[in-house]
């Protein structure tokens, strides 16, 4: 069996858990215990190591979703998730603007440990006090358009909108392949 490694990060209450719920195929093998921190304010629970799900995508083949816990103190966990990753997708929630430096240090952690396909998705686009994502691009150090991942909204708890993120994140990997194949 093919099997592609998505990892799905982010600060805390930015959807990961809810994303890989959504569309997991079995039921998701999560860590999340009492927040007993900060976290508590926004959260009862939180990831404390990382959530497992499964989706088919064709015969034989198959993504397996990794969830990160969104605190800094376990981010010896990202490392370990991102080292085997294909792909992963930073999820931003828009209406947490005190959350923004968080999901910056989690995408340049990424970034220097892997240089692999990836996108940004932008959650709670909904919620009245929400940033655009233009904004949120700026806040979080992407200023050349050259060098920009998609952003795109999604909506963690939406089946289609998880799937939608998942097509996009998978033809960044194609078109990153084509790429490589290309320059050969």
């Excluded at 989706?55 to 010896?76: C, E, M, N, S, V």
């Excluded at 991942?149 to 289609?160: F, R, W």
């Amino acid at each position: 069996m093919e099997i592609l490694r998505i990892v799905v990060t982010g600060s805390v209450a930015a959807g990961k858990t809810s994303f890989i719920r959504t569309i997991s195929e079995i039921e998701v093998v999560a860590t999340d215990k009492k927040a007993t921190d900060e976290t508590a304010e926004i959260k009862a629970q939180t990831t404390v190591a990382m959530d497992f799900g499964l989706l088919t995508i064709g015969k034989g083949q198959a993504l397996h979703l990794y969830g990160t816990p969104g605190q800094t103190r376990f981010d010896f966990m990202w490392d370990i998730l991102i080292r085997r990753a294909n792909a992963y997708i930073l999820l931003v929630d828009a209406h947490r603007p005190e959350q923004f430096r968080n999901s910056r240090k989690i995408l340049n952690f990424m970034k220097q440990r892997v240089k692999i396909p990836y996108l940004i998705g932008v959650t709670h686009l909904d919620c009245s006090d929400a940033w655009e994502i233009e904004d949120i691009a700026l806040a979080l150090g992407i200023l050349d358009q050259s060098d920009c991942p998609p952003l795109i909204n999604v909506n963690a708890t939406e089946t289609a909108s998880v799937k939608a993120a998942l097509i996009t994140l998978i033809q960044e990997l194609a078109n990153c392949y084509q790429y490589q194949l290309q320059s050969k």
